[in-house]
């Protein structure tokens, strides 16, 4: 029913058949509530050295087990990597934060109310092989429709990590890409592509670039501490006034969260003002394929990235 | 499993399951019911504790956990040694009903302790503290004192302020800051039984078979009871409860559940109102219509059906000078010269009360009485009807609600969770608790009705206004009696042609909710009439006085026309870039009620005055009231006197519905009050033989000296005078003597109003609209308690904002589920979402209807705030918003 796995070993092992890893618990209470969640637990909380921050001549590795809390706050990450520390800082709420993990961020189950509620069924619980949602109510659904699920993906700190090229290592499978993690939104049960017996264990990002410029938002209707409807990650590198590099990712508009590269290869090698920040943004959309429900959200996505364009060069 | 702590210092041992969260342990293990169970999602904070020195929320927090940490909950915060927080939050009063205040007390310690090491005695901005509460949400709307109490006690205002020295509104704050304060949630009997509900995963269905025998079986469930009322077996909406089981623990009465078996014949069910206007929409209640339930509070009037549409004939009487009101319709619309059309549609959804205590019943049968605690907010009314519906002696049920984690309308009479756990306890003859889950509050809990308006007014050139039409539909799921049409009637004279109808859906029922369809009432009239002005080119205000001279109101509309603001505001529609000041203005009005049954017992012990009253108090301060209203009359200290309410077994008190609590109480108390006086006095003439003995400033003065309360309690206790219910007060006894029970209601219109003036910006990008801040002048009578009564203020408009921004029920069509279940996808104001507010008070014009003076003012601080919202969007935009609430998926792309 339960184990206290006290080393890396104890986890996979414990969890190489069946089972549910719990780090800070913060997503897998709520589920135990609503009855959905894989037995045996298996507790990682406890296993020792996987919550240091750590930084090196080639970048920087960060536990798996770190809290987002001393990721949000480091000033060092907030001044290496601000695209990273934006959206950890004001993601749920501080309670939360104070304790779900950098780990357990990346693997959060989704928060589609089919999948959480006690009652209904969802692919992603095993017990449905139907969404409900794609017939039913999705209005707060994606609308790039990458695959069978219709939920957009949690976790705005795999967006952010996308556009850092960040790696995870996970045991068994070495240091994969953040993009390998997630994979193409086409698994309708999972979503990241972690198999049994797998558990990140370290995040690594590249080396901090100076003076790179970001900027995070996220729609919400209230002013906190709500799932967006959309959010953006935006880092923009300038030489002068023109832009060298772009990195744009876009969550809870997929099942995966993914990178706009095409509006990336807009905006490098062009000067970063208004008409160029007004096409990339209407290019945002362009792979956007949106359900008979989420029609609004494209609008969201431009205003989105629009203004995060804007908000990065804005910073000094 | 087996996790060791220390839990307010002391070290601990735990037993319990893995699955189990920190709350499970901190509230059922240790005790320790402070720390509050609310959302179990993360979402309120409600259930905030320090794990080494961080806040955590102890719902989303794994019990082992705990292994090795250092726990405080707000219990380590005690009355002896309260933290200057506390305190803080006492004198600005940073609460209402309590239920959430544990929480944000822990987090605003953790917080003070950061900002002092950091700031020392800054204030932090508001902004800060937002972002450092955005973990908790507060249903009552007590933000406005929480950001000034975390001001104030960051500050330093409260460094070594003695407890003594501390002056505060709430008579019964210490007990809610600590964590003291013990909720019917809280209530445990040894070898209590937990209920739960079996309940229709089906929206529409017939119950055709059900077969508990197995669950029966199960070790340790001890009753099963049916709680389908519906003489067809039908349940009409999903989560609707079928049976509840009451076992010795929940994870017991879970598998008992899971056992029953159920066979169902689903029919077809409706969730979208408009669909269930349609001729071939499947029907809500096919067999007959006589059991719909009623979402309002006075009686159901007759009416007719046709599908799901019902009639009241009260329409009957709804309009006035129809006829010329539809003849002037008709002319505008063929575009008659000199006039001039609004029309619209306007529509607002439904709104869910979200108390944070949910709908909870502790019951207690030992073979002879019966002990009830429930969180209700009709003590009184409801120990008499425990009686009369389980046939038990009236002297032998006590209910029992001495605090109320919110109601908002929601928690009257003898409802579901109530009769059942009663039953079962009756039927096992042990204390059975039934708690709503938050799901089951989500669905079964109540919400405010919706509405569809179809609204045209008419004025000519020359601002005359020359009829209103308005076809008013209003959903209150399986229930009856939506009225979004009547409070049209709350403002202005004039030609009306007003129609009502209830459309039904396969929700669960609506229930009353502060000024229940008021605000959507308003909603449409204020922003028409705005509109009439644009259209005129007049300045509003100058118009609602051309139509509204009354004086009340006049002297809201002088103050509005003195803020700068409004004074200084750009024209309409004259901004362009993306960010726009919008500078909106709207007005209320409300009926005001009363229970003219009231009464207050005063005695005098030995150690000091007690009085008491059954009423209770869901956050808008009955206990203070009282104390007050006897304080004053006697010239004593608030605080000296000891307020006992939320106890059926005491003097008769009125129910908390109709913002009716203070307009009952407060005359009540003052006559308590008086007659002690002259029981007193007439006592130490004839007991102690004092010679012209007279009460002045507090005391007793006599030929020869003077005695304080103190020295006459142990002189001349016991003593003990009850106020008599009220007498004839001309059209007060007469309302009160109507079929609608014991109410008295006041409809002389003329002596209330409320006006609201919203600051607001717009920013046309991102669709977003962040109010800034909120003026709310209110005329009310004689406000007997300014802090309490701003304080209920900023509540109603708080919650009027969350309609009008955020709150949003999702539904599944297909499988007819509620889908915002949870408060994560039902969105109540935070505390980052408060503009700042300011309340004026217009105590004038009262006096002559109204004895006493005192009026509710829950309604009238809400139902203008909407159409304020639309008027200033308007304003800022030129883009007349209709459909609420104003998400950013609604607003972006309009503007
Ligand atoms: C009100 C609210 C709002 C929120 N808003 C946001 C938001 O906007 N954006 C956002 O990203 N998140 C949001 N969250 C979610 C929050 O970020 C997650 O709950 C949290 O990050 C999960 O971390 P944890 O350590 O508690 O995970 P756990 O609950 O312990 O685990 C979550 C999942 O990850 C798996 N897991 C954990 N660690 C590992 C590992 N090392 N390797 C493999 N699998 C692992 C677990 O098995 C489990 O399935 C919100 C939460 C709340 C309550
Ligand atoms: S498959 Fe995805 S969208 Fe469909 S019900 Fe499950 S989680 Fe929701
Ligand atoms: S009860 Fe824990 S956050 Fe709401
Ligand atoms: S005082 Fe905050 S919920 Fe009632």
């Given at each position: 029913?339960?184990?206290?796995?006290?080393?890396?070993?104890?986890?996979?092992?414990?969890?190489?058949?069946?089972?549910?890893?719990?780090?800070?618990?913060?997503?897998?209470?709520?589920?135990?509530?609503?009855?959905?969640?894989?037995?045996?637990?298996?507790?990682?909380?406890s296993?020792?050295?996987?919550?240091?921050?750590?930084?090196?001549?080639?970048?920087?590795?960060?536990?798996?087990?770190?809290?987002?809390?001393?990721?949000?706050?480091?000033?060092?990450?907030?001044?290496?990597?601000?695209?990273?520390?934006?959206?950890?800082?004001?993601?749920?709420?501080?309670?939360?934060?104070?304790?779900?993990?950098?780990g357990?961020?990346?693997?959060?189950?989704?928060?589609?109310?089919?999948?959480?509620?006690?009652e209904?069924?969802?692919?992603?619980?095993?017990?449905?092989?139907?969404?409900?949602?794609?017939?039913?109510?999705?209005?707060?659904?994606?609308?790039?429709?990458?695959?069978?699920?219709?939920?957009?993906?949690?976790?705005?700190?795999?967006?952010?990590?996308?556009?850092?090229?960040?790696?995870?290592?996970?045991?068994?499978?070495?240091?994969?890409?953040?993009?390998?993690?997630?994979?193409?939104?086409?698994?309708?049960?999972?979503?990241?592509?972690?198999?049994?017996?797998?558990?990140?264990?370290?995040?690594?990002?590249?080396?901090?670039?100076e003076?790179?410029?970001a900027?995070?938002?996220?729609?919400?209707?209230?002013?906190?501490?709500?799932?967006?409807?959309?959010?953006?990650?935006?880092?923009?590198?300038?030489?002068?006034?023109?832009?060298?590099?772009?990195?744009?990712s876009?969550?809870?508009?997929?099942?995966?969260?993914?990178?706009?590269?095409?509006?990336?290869?807009?905006?490098?090698?062009?000067?970063?003002?208004?008409?160029?920040?007004?096409?990339?943004?209407?290019?945002?959309?362009?792979?956007?394929?949106?359900?008979?429900?989420?029609?609004?959200?494209?609008?969201?996505?431009?205003?989105?990235?629009?203004h995060?364009?804007?908000?990065?060069?804005?910073?000094? | 499993?087996?996790?060791?702590?220390?839990?307010?210092?002391?070290?601990?041992?735990?037993?319990?399951?893995?699955?189990?969260?920190?709350?499970?342990?901190?509230?059922?293990?240790?005790?320790?019911?402070?720390?509050?169970?609310?959302?179990?999602?993360?979402?309120?904070?409600?259930?905030?504790?320090?794990?080494?020195?961080?806040?955590?929320?102890?719902?989303?927090?794994?019990?082992?956990?705990?292994?090795?940490?250092?726990?405080?909950?707000?219990?380590?915060?005690?009355?002896?040694?309260?933290?200057?927080?506390?305190?803080?939050?006492?004198v600005?009063?940073?609460l209402?009903?309590?239920?959430?205040?544990?929480?944000?007390?822990?987090?605003?310690?953790?917080?003070?302790?950061?900002?002092?090491?950091?700031?020392?005695?800054?204030?932090?901005?508001?902004?800060?503290?937002?972002?450092?509460?955005?973990?908790h949400?507060?249903?009552?709307?007590?933000?406005?004192?929480?950001?000034?109490?975390?001001?104030?006690?960051?500050?330093?205002?409260?460094?070594?302020?003695?407890?003594?020295?501390?002056?505060?509104?709430?008579?019964?704050?210490?007990?809610?800051?600590?964590?003291?304060?013990?909720?019917?949630?809280?209530?445990?009997?040894?070898?209590?039984?937990?209920?739960?509900?079996?309940?229709?995963?089906?929206?529409?269905?017939?119950?055709?078979?059900?077969?508990?025998?197995?669950?029966e079986?199960?070790?340790?469930?001890?009753?099963?009871?049916?709680?389908?009322?519906?003489?067809?077996?039908?349940?009409?909406?999903?989560?609707?409860?079928?049976?509840?089981?009451?076992?010795?623990?929940?994870?017991?009465?879970?598998?008992?559940?899971?056992?029953?078996?159920?066979?169902?014949?689903?029919?077809?069910?409706?969730?979208?109102?408009?669909?269930?206007?349609?001729?071939d929409?499947?029907?809500?209640?096919?067999?007959?219509?006589?059991?719909?339930?009623?979402?309002?509070?006075?009686p159901?009037?007759?009416?007719?059906?046709?599908?799901?549409?019902?009639?009241?004939?009260?329409?009957?009487?709804?309009?006035?000078?129809?006829?010329?009101?539809?003849?002037?319709?008709?002319?505008?619309?063929?575009?008659?010269?000199?006039?001039?059309?609004?029309?619209?549609?306007?529509?607002?959804?439904?709104?869910t009360?979200?108390?944070?205590?949910?709908?909870?019943?502790?019951?207690?049968?030992?073979?002879?009485?019966?002990?009830?605690?429930?969180?209700?907010?009709?003590?009184?009314?409801?120990?008499?009807?425990?009686?009369?519906?389980?046939?038990?002696?009236?002297?032998?049920?006590?209910?029992?609600?001495?605090?109320?984690?919110?109601?908002f309308?929601s928690?009257?009479?003898?409802?579901?969770?109530?009769?059942?756990a009663?039953?079962?306890?009756?039927?096992?003859?042990?204390?059975?608790?039934?708690?709503?889950?938050?799901?089951?509050?989500?669905?079964?809990?109540?919400?405010?009705?919706?509405?569809?308006?179809?609204?045209?007014?008419?004025v000519?050139?020359?601002?005359?206004?020359?009829?209103?039409?308005?076809?008013?539909?209003?959903?209150c799921?399986?229930?009856?009696?939506?009225?979004?049409?009547?409070?049209?009637?709350?403002?202005?004279?004039?030609?009306k042609?007003?129609?009502?109808?209830?459309?039904?859906?396969?929700?669960?029922?609506?229930?009353?909710?502060?000024?229940?369809?008021?605000?959507?009432?308003?909603?449409?009239?204020?922003?028409?009439?705005?509109?009439?002005?644009?259209?005129?080119?007049?300045d509003?205000?100058?118009?609602?006085?051309?139509?509204?001279?009354?004086?009340?109101?006049?002297n809201?509309?002088?103050?509005?026309?003195?803020?700068?603001?409004?004074?200084?505001?750009?024209?309409?529609?004259?901004?362009?870039?993306?960010?726009?000041?919008?500078?909106?203005?709207?007005?209320?009005?409300?009926?005001?009620?009363?229970?003219?049954?009231?009464?207050?017992?005063?005695?005098?012990?030995?150690?000091?005055l007690?009085?008491?009253?059954?009423?209770?108090?869901?956050?808008?301060?009955?206990?203070?009231?009282?104390?007050?209203?006897?304080?004053?009359?006697?010239?004593?200290?608030?605080?000296?006197?000891?307020?006992?309410?939320?106890?059926?077994?005491f003097?008769?008190?009125?129910?908390?519905?109709?913002?009716?609590?203070?307009?009952?109480?407060?005359?009540?108390?003052?006559?308590?009050?008086?007659?002690?006086?002259?029981?007193?006095?007439?006592?130490?003439?004839?007991?102690?033989?004092?010679r012209?003995?007279?009460?002045?400033?507090?005391?007793?003065?006599?030929?020869?000296?003077?005695?304080?309360?103190?020295?006459?309690?142990?002189?001349l206790?016991?003593?003990?005078?009850?106020?008599?219910?009220?007498?004839s007060?001309?059209?007060?006894?007469?309302?009160?003597?109507?079929?609608?029970?014991?109410?008295?209601?006041?409809?002389?219109?003329?002596?209330?109003?409320?006006?609201?003036?919203?600051?607001?910006?717009?920013?046309?990008?991102?669709?977003?609209?962040?109010?800034?801040?909120?003026?709310m002048?209110?005329?009310?009578?004689?406000?007997?308690?300014?802090i309490?009564?701003?304080?209920?203020?900023?509540?109603?408009?708080?919650?009027?904002?969350?309609?009008?921004?955020?709150?949003?029920?999702?539904?599944?069509?297909?499988t007819?589920?509620?889908?915002?279940?949870?408060?994560?996808?039902?969105?109540?104001?935070?505390?980052?979402?408060?503009?700042?507010?300011?309340?004026?008070?217009?105590?004038?014009?009262?006096?002559?209807?109204?004895?006493?003076?005192?009026?509710?003012?829950?309604?009238?601080?809400?139902?203008?705030?909407?159409?304020?919202?639309?008027?200033?969007?308007?304003?800022?935009?030129?883009?007349?918003?209709?459909?609420?609430?104003?998400?950013?998926?609604?607003?972006?792309?309009?503007?």
């Amino acid at each position: 029913m339960h184990i206290q796995a006290k080393s890396i070993e104890e986890a996979v092992r414990a969890h190489s058949t069946e089972g549910e890893f719990r780090a800070g618990g913060t997503d897998v209470q709520e589920r135990i509530r609503a009855g959905n969640l894989s037995l045996p637990i298996i507790d990682i909380q406890s296993i020792a050295v996987l919550d240091e921050i750590e930084f090196h001549e080639s970048g920087t590795t960060i536990g798996a087990l770190t809290t987002l809390e001393s990721i949000g706050n480091h000033d060092q990450l907030q001044r290496d990597y601000p695209a990273f520390t934006l959206p950890t800082r004001t993601l749920a709420t501080p309670q939360i934060r104070n304790f779900a993990t950098l780990g357990g961020s990346l693997c959060q189950r989704t928060r589609c109310w089919y999948y959480r509620h006690p009652e209904l069924g969802c692919p992603k619980k095993g017990n449905s092989d139907t969404c409900l949602a794609r017939d039913g109510n999705h209005q707060r659904g994606v609308c790039f429709d990458f695959g069978p699920c219709v939920a957009p993906h949690p976790s705005s700190v795999g967006c952010a990590l996308l556009t850092y090229d960040a790696q995870v290592e996970v045991t068994g499978r070495g240091k994969i890409s953040i993009g390998d993690l997630y994979g193409d939104g086409s698994d309708p049960t999972r979503e990241h592509t972690l198999e049994k017996g797998q558990m990140i264990t370290h995040v690594h990002l590249p080396k901090a670039i100076e003076n790179e410029k970001a900027a995070y938002y996220r729609m919400m209707s209230r002013k906190w501490a709500e799932w967006p409807a959309v959010e953006v990650v935006t880092r923009l590198m300038l030489d002068g006034n023109v832009i060298s590099d772009a990195k744009l990712s876009l969550g809870a508009v997929a099942n995966i969260p993914f990178r706009l590269t095409e509006v990336e290869e807009l905006l490098i090698g062009n000067p970063a003002n208004d008409d160029t920040f007004q096409s990339a943004a209407q290019l945002s959309v362009a792979r956007a394929n949106p359900l008979p429900q989420t029609g609004h959200k494209l609008k969201m996505v431009v205003a989105c990235v629009l203004h995060t364009l804007q908000q990065a060069v804005a910073t000094t | 499993m087996t996790t060791h702590t220390h839990i307010n210092g002391s070290p601990v041992t735990l037993d319990h399951d893995p699955t189990d969260a920190a709350v499970e342990v901190i509230r059922d293990n240790a005790g320790l019911t402070g720390t509050k169970l609310v959302c179990g999602a993360g979402v309120c904070g409600a259930c905030t504790v320090l794990v080494d020195g961080k806040p955590a929320a102890s719902c989303c927090m794994p019990a082992c956990s705990l292994e090795g940490k250092q726990v405080q909950t707000i219990e380590q915060f005690g009355r002896s040694n309260l933290h200057p927080v506390q305190k803080a939050f006492l004198v600005h009063d940073g609460l209402q009903c309590g239920f959430c205040t544990p929480g944000f007390i822990v987090e605003a310690i953790y917080f003070y302790d950061q900002w002092r090491e950091q700031n020392g005695t800054a204030a932090p901005s508001r902004e800060t503290i937002a972002s450092a509460m955005a973990g908790h949400l507060c249903r009552c709307g007590a933000y406005e004192g929480i950001y000034s109490a975390i001001q104030a006690a960051c500050s330093g205002d409260f460094d070594g302020v003695a407890i003594d020295d501390l002056e505060f509104a709430r008579h019964e704050g210490i007990a809610k800051v600590t964590g003291e304060a013990k909720y019917t949630f809280d209530v445990t009997y040894d070898g209590m039984l937990v209920a739960k509900f079996l309940s229709s995963p089906h929206a529409h269905a017939k119950v055709i078979s059900i077969d508990t025998s197995a669950a029966e079986k199960f070790h340790g469930v001890e009753a099963v009871v049916d709680v389908l009322e519906d003489p067809h077996r039908v349940v009409r909406y999903a989560g609707q409860p079928i049976l509840a089981v009451a076992a010795i623990d929940e994870a017991t009465a879970s598998q008992a559940l899971a056992a029953i078996e159920v066979e169902y014949k689903v029919l077809p069910f409706v969730i979208d109102p408009v669909t269930a206007h349609q001729s071939d929409a499947p029907v809500v209640y096919p067999e007959s219509k006589k059991l719909t339930p009623n979402a309002s509070e006075g009686p159901i009037p007759p009416g007719f059906w046709k599908g799901n549409i019902r009639t009241p004939l009260t329409n009957k009487f709804l309009s006035s000078k129809k006829g010329k009101a539809r003849k002037a319709l008709a002319a505008a619309r063929s575009g008659e010269d000199g006039l001039h059309l609004i029309e619209h549609t306007f529509s607002t959804p439904a709104q869910t009360h979200t108390s944070l205590e949910p709908h909870v019943c502790v019951a207690n049968w030992d073979g002879r009485k019966l002990t009830v605690h429930s969180s209700t907010q009709s003590v009184h009314l409801l120990g008499k009807e425990i009686a009369k519906h389980f046939k038990i002696p009236r002297r032998d049920v006590t209910v029992h609600a001495e605090f109320i984690g919110g109601a908002f309308g929601s928690k009257q009479g003898l409802i579901l969770e109530i009769k059942t756990a009663v039953a079962l306890a009756l039927k096992t003859e042990r204390p059975v608790k039934l708690a709503f889950t938050r799901d089951e509050e989500m669905v079964l809990g109540g919400f405010r009705p919706t509405s569809e308006i179809e609204m045209a007014l008419v004025v000519d050139d020359d601002a005359n206004q020359r009829g209103i039409t308005a076809t008013a539909w209003g959903c209150c799921g399986t229930a009856v009696q939506s009225q979004n049409a009547p409070w049209i009637r709350l403002l202005y004279n004039g030609p009306k042609d007003l129609k009502d109808f209830d459309v039904l859906a396969n929700w669960g029922t609506a229930r009353p909710f502060r000024g229940p369809c008021g605000p959507s009432a308003f909603w449409a009239l204020e922003q028409s009439v705005d509109q009439a002005a644009v259209e005129l080119k007049m300045d509003p205000i100058t118009l609602r006085r051309k139509w509204d001279p009354n004086s009340v109101r006049g002297n809201l509309y002088d103050w509005v026309e003195s803020i700068d603001t409004w004074k200084q505001r750009p024209e309409t529609g004259s901004q362009s870039g993306r960010f726009r000041t919008g500078v909106g203005v709207a007005i209320g009005n409300w009926f005001n009620a009363f229970w003219n049954g009231a009464q207050v017992k005063l005695d005098l012990t030995t150690d000091g005055l007690v009085a008491s009253c059954g009423v209770q108090d869901m956050g808008q301060g009955s206990r203070s009231v009282i104390g007050k209203a006897i304080a004053d009359e006697l010239g004593i200290s608030f605080h000296s006197i000891d307020v006992q309410i939320g106890n059926s077994d005491f003097v008769p008190g009125p129910i908390s519905s109709g913002s009716r609590t203070t307009a009952s109480i407060y005359p009540t108390s003052i006559e308590a009050a008086s007659m002690m006086r002259e029981k007193i006095v007439s006592a130490a003439k004839a007991k102690l033989g004092l010679r012209n003995p007279q009460w002045t400033e507090g005391k007793l003065s006599y030929n020869g000296g003077t005695m304080d309360l103190a020295e006459l309690a142990t002189k001349l206790s016991p003593l003990s005078v009850t106020s008599k219910k009220r007498g004839s007060n001309g059209l007060w006894d007469v309302m009160g003597k109507l079929p609608s029970g014991d109410l008295g209601m006041n409809f002389t219109l003329s002596t209330t109003g409320s006006i609201c003036l919203i600051k607001l910006s717009v920013d046309t990008l991102l669709g977003k609209i962040h109010p800034e801040k909120v003026w709310m002048g209110m005329a009310v009578g004689k406000i007997t308690n300014p802090i309490l009564a701003r304080s209920q203020t900023y509540g109603g408009i708080i919650q009027s904002l969350g309609i009008t921004l955020s709150e949003e029920r999702k539904w599944c069509p297909t499988t007819g589920t509620l889908l915002s279940f949870g408060m994560e996808d039902y969105r109540i104001p935070g505390i980052g979402d408060v503009p700042e507010m300011e309340v004026h008070f217009d105590e004038s014009g009262f006096e002559k209807t109204m004895k006493g003076g005192a009026c509710g003012m829950a309604e009238l601080s809400n139902v203008p705030v909407s159409a304020a919202v639309g008027n200033a969007v308007y304003h800022a935009t030129g883009w007349r918003p209709k459909v609420l609430p104003l998400t950013p998926e609604r607003v972006i792309g309009n503007v």
